[in-house]
């Protein structure tokens, strides 16, 4: 089965019209992308962009041998072009199947959105997904078999990808291509290394994929830190990374503040941003959790442990500190990094870049700024990945997406 990407964009395009954001801006050229549609085997359009006749001559193929176009989902703006001669758009039912002469069979998929997903299966029985733009599947039924080839809002519902690893229906071997790709990622580097990080890839309007062909997509790193300062985006960079996990544990060192709103503040947006699957657990002892099997850990944040287990050792007393204190602490951030090496869970940490900033007025604050960086170090000599975040822009320092 051969899978054209007509377009790979948002309902809108990229760049959107008049749209002056610095995304819009830079997507020109080769990094433009209309409106999503894809031509199966030359013989089925699913949805429809603008000029559709050339958009498939411009990647080679024609649209003189299809004989159904179905649309996924509303088409908001002006009506879309239908070439003459091309069999009137429609919806297929959920759960309806739709038979082709060519030898294609269509299963209409429910999804949680108005819309509807498209499940083909070609004449060489090779499997595709289709979903439209911000859907996911609505669940149910008998898990299905993983699918050859997967295309999906990767970037605006990355749950949806973390549904269908869940239920099966992507395996190690599907090939996951984001489309409907839209202007809230910047093009280029950023856009790529965004789905790297999620296992996943986009590709240019008129590229032609072969279902169940192998495409080396960069393995998710399985121990990353995100470094960066106070609200540069170091966490939600973090959970973005594990957004497509079927299972994720969520790691809170910081604990509850009787009577600080402003705690309970950030507190709440944490859990608020966070998707509904993923369980937090509240906690300072990091080891027996890396030492476990198990799914993903997002451990947020390593400052917020120093600042525990200083406490523990009570390394702010100047006195403590040369009589045993800075022993005792080495310790544990020893035990710590010993169990960052050993585990086999993937691993995520965010922890706070504090060494730029002014200098601490107190020997107590050198000495915790002293101890975050040494940390921060030690912890990132055992990881694959390491990145900083700064002004919500994420640099890789080891690695590469």
Known sequence: MDVTLLGTGAPAGLPRPHCPCAV??????????????????DTLLIDLTPGP????????????????????????????????????????????????????????????????????????????????????????????????????????????????????????????????????????????????????????????????AFHDVPDVPRRTLVLGGARSGKSLEAERRLAAAPDVVYVATGGTREGDEDWAARVDAHRRRRPASWRTVETWDLTPLLAEDGPPLLLDCLSLWLAHAMDAVDAWSDTVWENGGARRLAERTE????????????????????????HPATASGRRYRDELGRLNAAFAAECEHVLLVVAGNAVVLRGAD
Do not use: K, W
């Open 53 to 212: 006749a050339f958009a498939a001559a411009r990647a080679g193929r024609s649209l003189h041998g299809v004989r159904q176009v179905l649309l996924s989902h509303p088409q908001d703006g002006p009506p879309m072009e239908v070439p003459a001669g091309l069999p009137a758009p429609v919806r297929v039912p959920d759960g309806q199947d739709l038979a082709l002469i060519s030898g294609h069979r269509v299963r209409a998929v429910a999804l949680d959105t108005p819309g509807t997903g498209y499940a083909v299966t070609g004449p060489d029985g090779r499997r595709l997904l289709y979903l439209p733009p911000g859907a996911a599947t609505a669940g149910g039924g008998a898990p299905p078999a993983p699918y050859d080839l997967v295309l999906l809002d990767v970037l605006g519902r990355p749950e949806a990808l973390a549904r269908l690893r869940a239920s099966g229906a992507v395996g190690p071997a599907t090939d996951v291509v984001a489309v409907h790709v839209d202007h809230t990622v910047p093009p280029g580097a950023e856009l790529h290394r965004r789905l790297a990080a999620l296992g996943t890839r986009a590709e240019p309007d008129g590229t032609t994929l072969a279902a169940a």
């Open 335 to 358: 035990a710590l990094t010993r169990a960052v090496r050993a585990t086999s869970r993937t691993v995520v940490a965010v922890s706070n870049e504090v060494g730029s900033g002014v």
């Open 24 to 41: 819009c801006a830079s997507s020109t050229g080769p990094r433009a992308r209309a409106a999503t549609a894809v031509l199966v085997d």
